[in-house]
């Protein structure tokens, strides 16, 4: 059964997306980031969604875990929740 582990920060709008995307892009720590801004529970655990299997996110989040590489960011990914920065962690 396929898995992935993968972190995310989730904004209102894509502009505060990408000026994240920038910030991380330019040095800034992920975690601390997602502490600050991510509108997910999961911000005070650096964005840390932990392990899951296919099907179990959003079809956009999904298809962008499973598809993209590990440890590249990506984003804005828009949801019904709003608009996500992710880093998938690891995948097996």
């Known amino acids: ?5 993968a972190r995310h920060i989730l ?4 502009d505060e997306c990408n000026a994240l995307k920038a910030e991380i892009e330019n040095g800034a720590s992920f975690a601390e980031i997602a502490a600050e801004h991510s509108q997910c529970p999961s911000g005070r ?7 899951f299997s296919p099907g179990q996110m959003v079809p956009e989040f ?8 590990v440890g ?12 996500h920065l992710l880093e998938v962690t690891s995948r097996g």
């Open 1 to 5: 059964m396929a898995w992935a582990t």
């Open 62 to 69: 999904d298809k962008a875990v499973f598809t993209g590489d």
């Open 11 to 14: 904004v209102s709008t894509a």
């Open 72 to 83: 590249v960011l990506y984003g804005p990914i828009k949801t019904q929740f709003g608009y």
């Open 45 to 51: 655990k650096g964005g840390d969604l932990g392990r």
